[in-house]
């Protein structure tokens, strides 16, 4: 049995400590999904796929991948509007863009 291939986007968020909302992000979800988060870097593995967090450049990249577009969507909504809810005094600007692949 093959593996469909998975589909990606991505978001560069300039935000200021992204670290710390890279932090808040992963405690907040670490209740109900795997999630692993170390530094600058974190995983959030939920039914509908996963997003990888990478604060290492100064900004917060989200990376969410998901076997179709559906569930992309829905990964990229439900991190997105926890980042607002969390970034709410500045709230940032969340562009997802579709990986080629």
């Not at 589909?7 to 909302?21: C, G």
């Not at 290492?56 to 969410?64: D, N, Y």
Request: hydrophobic share 40%.
């Amino acid at each position: 049995m093959t593996q469909s291939p998975m589909i990606e986007a991505v978001a560069h968020v300039a935000i200021e400590t992204p670290r710390r909302y890279l932090t808040q992000l992963c405690q907040h979800f670490e209740h109900r999904l795997d999630v692993a988060y170390q530094d600058d870097r974190g995983s959030i593995l939920s039914p509908a796929g996963t997003c990888l967090l990478d604060s290492s450049t100064g900004q917060l990249v989200l990376r969410a991948r998901a076997e179709d577009a559906e569930k992309l969507a829905l990964i990229e909504d439900v991190v997105s509007r926890h980042l607002l809810r969390f970034a709410f005094r500045n709230p940032p600007d969340i562009t997802w863009q579709r990986e080629a692949g």
